[in-house]
């Protein structure tokens, strides 16, 4: 043994090929002896094994150290060796590493580890040389032995390759390794080859030596970077979570270390790797993390964009030559993009890609990560560049998460029974891609709000504009609340309804995990995703630089109008459908929520001052149909407690007040417009008519059963059965509404349009129906304030409607407004039981008001007005002045209940308009005449048949309606004589007087009557009736009486 280890160490370079019988014989000694491979590929004693072949002496057993010494001698010997001779030894080792190989195959038994062993030994100290045995020595490594099935012969072998590599890489060689990258690249790429290994303990030493090289030698590794990097990106998701874990730390060290000390053509491997940890589903952490990463990749980016921007663009000339002399195109990724702008653009893809990831919480991270980058740090990119960012990173990604979403699952999502719950929000697929879907927008939306002005330099703005409109109306659009409801915050925030501020001004969102830097420098507030912004100083100093580009200060506007129409376009296709009614109901049946709906409209007033110069009244029509269907959206039963005001508030929901609002823009738009613009006056009346209308009849949405809450007719909010819809409370919206119809009316009532389209006989009209239903009316306010608006509305377009008396303009309008009167004051609604006394004389008051209407503002200008007109409220001052009781009240409220006010009133009106003047034509004396007889008939009737019915009652007295009746007409004659008195004398004929002085005889008969009441009142009718009495005139005939 002693001779063939000297013969083996002193005559090596002889040896040739018979090295392969001297290790065969040393192998097998060492099997003998028991020999186990150590650091370095040292053979050591290793534990005995017990069998018959393998008994050795307690004097071997001393002997085992020195002859391992001497083993490792005869190696290290090899650095002695001529270089064919080495070779020699090499192919042996190998050789015998074959054999051994190839007797572990299906064996059990421990492998023979000896030839590996000693091809580590004898790579070691050739080091100096290494570059003759690295390709032989590692192509074994790697293709034989690191792949083998037996789990010990792989151990060893990667245990050896790595250790080979780290050895290499920290010798002195000569050059260094610094100046001589072929033999860096040479010792760095069997680590790379070991990634083609699908063997998890062959990975992690890989990854394990990985580690170590860049504890050791990370400063130094040059352009060896790109090897060291594709090892980490080259772990997949299947590999196991330790895998990942130990490859995961190395980026990390990367991230934190050494950034700076690498090759700026290196980052954009940095960003690969980086982005392919995030897709990896084994550990949430860690691809959460990994985001965190990217976002400190972008700040290192920012901070040192000038240095790495001036490599690249050298980096990129070298290339760009070589390619030229080659006769090929530069081929990477964004191109023709600058390298630097390639880079971000890189950096923005792979966290598109992180957006679109199945797990929620990562897309939501990335999602943030993303637009806090592109607004933050964005300032650094040239213009042109942005074309790409919009269209391959922006638009790109909102298409995935809108296709994503529309497809997304709608089975809920169990908990799996562990200790996590899943909020009833986010508790199904569909509700978490809800929540991508929205965050995505709202970024796309803040960027082109922010940076309107760069986007706008860029030839397709217009184009991209109408792709952005389009996504917002397809997520305002869908089914889902949350959705619906941010695109439009996203619309208001392109509308440019909060008006962005300087670039050096506007803190951005910063990421959503590890932002290592110090400095606070402002908050986010609304735009925001609201976190603190935090920047280091040297961010802060450069802003300037690169923000330049912008205007110092972004207040103008958008003046391209077609970009107002084209999001005008959106905005009504937008409010069209989601306000038109479906065609059937069911559980199933979408309806937009009052929210969505109030900020659908609150939209409106700030785009209109945009295209207001060229809205016309096709759009008006098209505004008031989506006014008008928001409207009539009823509530969920749900949500009714939340929104709908308690039944003591007369009070306008939000959407409400916005539906007005958007009118009230309108209307004054149109004051100080054009002329062109006024002609929209009547629309505007046509449109708030409606709404006043909803206070007797609430709109109707669809085929949709509904519960109406009344104001002042529920005493609370029932609760209803989940399935049903609740309609909202109309009352106080149509009384506000009407309101606003006396002031505009106030305002326009000469304005030719509004005299040409009748809007007078419209507001009569629509006034009409709460007038006509008074007490029938669902809030009692109603029909109170529809009296003061027709006392307000007529007072200004009576005086308008006479000056156009010739034009025919208001000749449909007479017989509107005469049985609008008729109807109210003679309603066919009964008082309610318990109104008070106090309350049915206030009633009464507004009546006589009318009255006084018709007496001061109608039947003074007779002459202006058609005689049908005046025949029709001569009637009903005639039917108001006889009798105005009502039947349902009891004996003892007669006598306040009769409404003896509103019939003195018309009464007294009538005489008035038949005596106060001298008749100028015909028609008005023969009205005044007839008005008077069917007056003294009347009275003489009732006077008659009241003798009668007291001569034959008895002692049994009359019922109180007759005696209440008979009352009244004796007053009435009262009246009558005290009204002809003040009459001019030549205003009345003959035969009234004959008629009047003809009650004289019947009024005598009634003195007998029992009633003391009724004698009352005829006392007052008699006495005036000394005026008549006076003595005969004497006839002088020739100066004689």
């Known amino acids: 043994m002693r001779t063939l280890l000297s013969l083996a160490h002193c005559h090596g370079a002889v040896l040739g090929t018979s090295w392969q019988l001297v290790l065969a014989t040393l192998q097998h000694l060492v099997w003998i002896l028991g020999l186990k491979p150590g650091t370095g590929g040292a053979l050591k004693p290793g534990r005995a094994v017990e069998g018959p072949s393998t008994v050795l002496t307690t004097a071997v057993m001393t002997d085992l150290p020195v002859i391992s010494n001497i083993l490792s001698k005869l190696f290290e010997s090899s650095q002695y060796l001529d270089d064919v001779s080495l070779h020699h030894l090499i192919n042996a080792l190998c050789s015998l590493s074959l054999e051994a190989m190839d007797m572990a195959y299906g064996n059990n038994k421990e492998p023979s580890l000896f030839a590996v062993a000693k091809l580590l030994e004898t790579g070691l100290v050739n080091m100096h040389r290494i570059e003759i045995l690295w390709r032989p020595l590692t192509g074994h490594l790697l293709e034989k032995v690191c792949q083998h099935p037996n789990s010990r012969m792989r151990e060893w072998g990667a245990e050896a390759l790595t250790s080979l590599i780290k050895a290499g890489l920290t010798f002195n060689h000569d050059p260094s390794l610094s100046q001589n990258q072929r033999l860096q690249l040479l010792l760095l790429n069997p680590l790379k080859e070991l990634s083609n290994i699908s063997h998890p303990d062959i990975r992690l030493k890989q990854l394990e030596c990985v580690l170590q090289i860049l504890q050791s030698q990370g400063d130094s590794l040059g352009p060896g970077w790109p090897l060291v990097l594709g090892v980490m990106g080259a772990i997949r998701s299947d590999q196991g979570e330790s895998l990942i874990r130990t490859a995961f730390q190395c980026l990390q060290l990367v991230v934190t270390d050494f950034l700076p000390t690498m090759p700026c053509t290196c980052l954009q491997i940095v960003v690969d790797v980086a982005g392919s940890f995030g897709l990896h589903n084994q550990e949430l952490n860690i691809s959460l993390t990994s985001i965190g990463l990217l976002w400190n990749i972008s700040d290192y980016f920012f901070q040192r964009g000038e240095i790495i921007e001036k490599e690249l663009n050298k980096e990129e000339s070298v290339l760009q030559k070589q390619a030229e002399e080659k006769g090929v195109t530069l081929n990477r990724p964004f191109h023709p993009a600058p390298p630097f702008d390639c880079l971000w653009l890189c950096l923005y893809a792979k966290l598109g890609e992180l957006c679109v990831d199945p797990r929620p919480a990562v897309r939501k991270s990335a999602g943030q990560t993303l637009f806090s980058t592109i607004g933050a740090h964005g300032t650094l990119l040239q213009h042109s560049t942005w074309h790409t960012v919009i269209w391959k990173v922006l638009f790109h990604l909102l298409e995935r998460v809108r296709e994503s979403s529309t497809t997304a699952d709608k089975e809920k999502i169990e908990s799996g029974g562990g200790n996590i719950l899943i909020h009833h929000s986010r508790d199904t697929a569909e509700k978490q891609w809800a929540e991508t879907w929205v965050l995505t927008l709202a970024g796309v939306a803040r960027i082109f709000n922010t940076r309107r002005y760069l986007l706008q330099s860029l030839g397709d703005f217009s184009e991209a504009w109408d792709v952005l409109l389009d996504h917002i109306q397809s997520a305002a659009l869908s089914k889902n609340n949350e959705v619906s409801l941010a695109a439009l915050k996203s619309f208001q925030e392109i509308l ?442 009347r009275s003489q009737d009732v006077l008659y048949r009241y003798i009668e019915d007291e001569r034959l009652s008895g002692k049994c007295p009359l019922p109180r309606q007759q005696v209440t009746e008979i009352i009244f007409v004796l007053k009435a004659v009262s009246t009558l004589i005290d009204s002809l008195k003040k009459t001019q004398p030549e205003n009345v004929d003959d035969n009234t007087w004959a008629q009047v002085i003809a009650l004289y005889p019947t009024l005598v008969e009634c003195i007998t009557c029992s009633s003391s009441e009724v004698c009352s009142a005829l006392k007052e009718a008699l006495v005036p009736f000394k005026d008549f009495m006076h003595p005969p005139v004497s006839k002088v005939q020739n100066g004689e009486s």
């Open 496 to 937: 440019q309804i909060v008006s962005p501020v300087r670039e050096t001004e506007k803190p951005d969102t910063p990421p959503a995990i590890n932002v290592p830097v110090p400095v606070l420098i402002g908050s986010v507030t609304a735009t925001g995703l609201g976190r603190s912004f935090m920047r280091t100083d040297s961010i802060g100093e450069r802003i300037g630089k690169y923000s330049a580009t912008e205007p110092p200060l972004i207040t103008d506007e958008i003046e391209d109008l077609d970009l107002w129409w084209a999001a005008w376009n959106s905005w009504f296709r937008i409010g069209s459908e989601s306000t038109k009614p479906p065609l059937s109901f069911d559980k199933m049946t979408f309806i937009p929520s009052q929210p969505f709906l109030t900020a659908l409209i609150q939209i409106f007033p700030a785009l209109y001052q945009h295209i207001k110069t060229g809205f016309s009244m096709d759009d008006l029509q098209k505004l008031g149909v989506i006014l008008h269907g928001a409207i009539s959206v009823p509530i969920s039963s749900d949500a009714s407690p939340f929104i709908l005001p308690s039944y003591t508030e007369a009070v306008l929901t939000s959407l409400q007040e916005a539906v007005l609002t958007a009118l009230d823009v309108l209307q004054k738009a149109i004051c100080v417009g054009s002329e062109n613009m006024q002609v929209m006056y009547p629309a505007i009346f046509d449109q708030l008519l409606a709404f006043v209308e909803f206070s007797c009849k609430p709109p109707q949405y669809g085929q949709l059963e509904t519960k109406h809450i009344a104001n002042a007719k529920y005493n609370q909010i029932q609760l209803f059965a989940p399935a049903e819809w609740v309609a909202l409370n109309y009352v106080p919206f149509a009384e506000r509404s009407l309101e606003v119809v006396v002031d505009l009316y106030q305002k326009t009532a000469c304005h030719k349009a509004v005299v040409n389209e009748r809007v007078l006989q419209n507001i009569i009209k629509t006034l009409r129906m709460p007038l006509s239903l008074k007490y029938a009316c669902p809030s009692e306010s109603t029909w109170k304030l529809a009296v003061s608006s027709l006392l307000k509305v007529l007072s200004i377009g009576l005086p308008v409607a006479r000056q156009h008396a010739s034009s025919g303009k208001f000749d449909s309008m007479w017989p509107e407004l005469a049985n609008t009167f008729e109807n109210f004051l003679f309603t066919k609604s009964s008082p309610p039981d318990n109104l008070s006394i106090q309350e049915f004389q206030r009633n009464e008051s507004i009546d006589v008001e009318v009255v006084q209407l018709i007496s001061t503002e109608i039947l003074p200008y007779a002459n202006f007005i058609p005689k049908e007109f005046v025949g029709q409220i001569m009637t009903m001052l005639n039917k108001g002045s006889i009798h105005s009781q009502s039947s349902s009240f009891t004996e003892a409220e007669i006598d306040i209940r009769m409404r003896e006010e509103f019939s003195k009133m018309c009464f007294e009106t009538l005489l008035q308009f038949s005596f106060s003047n001298k008749v100028t034509t015909p028609q008005e004396g023969y009205i005044s005449r007839m008005a008077l007889s069917v007056l003294l008939k």
